[in-house]
């Protein structure tokens, strides 16, 4: 068990009434009812799911907040944040992973991955480096307000100290006013330069808007990091920009996809050319729905495709509204759908459901043999704010892309 000597916190408790929690989980049930799957859903492709953290279980109340990476050695990372008593993002949270060395089949018993005392520990990020075996970079977030980095050099089973990634953040707040910063959540990237770069949010309220996006990257293996331009901010059209992920497209570009609140409910995005400086403004993409959640970005390498610029796209695929939890203009958060694009996002090619009902958070990794691995929120127990399991499906990658595999 890793415990990096970290400030205490204050911890927050919401405190449940028994009426309003019976009406919630009921209307919970009559909307998951009502679920009508998508349509393009390709039938020869077998998915398997497994629930590896389940809610009210392992000495936690809550999972939230997934994500998932395989090192070079072949291991597949599960982590997620564990919340102790409460649902909301503050509290006595700690970050748990789960390891699995035979392609997800079996798992290793959960163990705590950061725990800061009574500190809220959210919004971990991992980076496999892809130029060094056996290296893991991992950066995470104490009550908002700080963010660590620390690294292994063994597959993440130890871990160096952790450092707080000051110069970045004080940087950006002589230009943006914060009091709030978070990672990712998810994975970062490495470049193939070696740059590693992990996206960005802040805000200026701690209720999380207004805010703004950008990232922080490191050109040295993570012993130092710098900060990137304000990409989008609340007032430009992608209202209340918050988690983005990123990806490396086959030109060496980098494209960012932006979770936000405008009224389009579509997934913006942004490009650079080096994943650092000189971001577009921010497009929204027609073809991608936003309930407002996040949602996970992948580019599969070419060796594992067969062909260049395949992107995968996982979120809850929605913009139906039928429970009222939540802000107005918040959609359901259901039908958990992985996206498959040939030509780098331009358009998107195919769809797969992995989960028609209530499914929030995700993240998204594939192995060497072409194995897509999407670990997501599953079920509702209070609200789906509150999953019933962090679940990971698995499906083959080169059988969805038939006949696309040899036609680049």
């Not at 492709?45 to 990476?69: N, Q």
Request: hydrophobic share 40%; net charge neutral.
């Amino acid at each position: 068990m890793l415990k990096p000597d970290h400030a205490k916190g204050s911890s927050c408790r919401c405190e449940w009434k028994l009426l309003p929690r019976i009406c919630g989980v009921l209307w919970l049930w009559l909307a998951a009812l009502s679920i009508t799957p998508a349509p393009a859903v390709a039938a020869e492709v077998a998915v398997e799911k497994s629930d590896l953290f389940i809610a009210r279980r392992g000495g936690y109340h809550t999972y939230r907040i997934p994500g998932i990476v395989m090192t070079l050695d072949g291991t597949l990372l599960a982590y997620a944040t564990a919340r102790d008593g409460d649902i909301w993002d503050y509290g006595n949270y700690d970050t748990v992973l789960r390891r699995s060395t035979d392609g997800g089949k079996t798992w290793s018993p959960m163990e705590v991955l950061v725990d800061a005392g009574k500190s809220t520990v959210d919004n971990c990020v991992l980076i496999v480096d892809k130029k060094r075996k056996g290296v893991v970079h991992h950066l995470y977030c104490v009550d908002y307000a700080h963010t660590y980095y620390r690294c292994s050099t063994d597959h993440a089973r130890t871990f160096s100290p952790a450092a707080e990634i000051a110069k970045p953040f004080a940087a950006l707040a002589s230009e943006y006013k914060f009091i709030l910063q978070a990672t990712g959540p998810g994975h970062g990237i490495q470049l193939d330069s070696g740059r590693l770069i992990v996206p960005i949010w802040l805000s200026p309220s701690k209720h999380q808007f207004p805010s703004a996006v950008s990232v922080i990257y490191s050109d040295d293996l993570g012993d130092t990091w710098n900060r990137g331009p304000i990409i989008v901010r609340s007032g430009d059209p992608p209202t209340h920009p918050m988690e983005g992920v990123v990806a490396q497209l086959r030109d060496g570009r980098v494209m960012m996809n932006i979770r936000n609140e405008a009224e389009a409910h579509r997934r913006a995005v942004a490009y650079s050319p080096n994943g650092a400086m000189d971001w577009t403004a921010p497009k929204f993409d027609a073809k991608l729905q936003e309930p407002i959640c996040f949602g996970s970005l992948l580019a599969v390498p070419r060796e594992i495709a067969g062909l260049g610029g395949v992107l995968l796209f996982s979120n809850p695929d929605n913009v139906a509204r039928s429970v009222d939890i939540g802000p107005k203009h918040y959609r359901d958060r259901k039908n958990m759908t992985v996206k498959l694009s040939l030509n780098d996002g331009t358009d998107w090619a195919k769809s797969l459901v992995i989960e028609p009902g209530f499914s929030g958070y995700s993240d998204l990794c594939v192995a060497p043999d072409g194995t897509v691995y999407c670990m997501y929120e599953r079920g509702a127990v209070s609200s789906y704010y509150d999953p019933a399991a962090i679940t990971l499906a698995r499906f083959n990658l080169r059988r969805w892309l038939q006949p696309h595999e040899q036609k680049e």
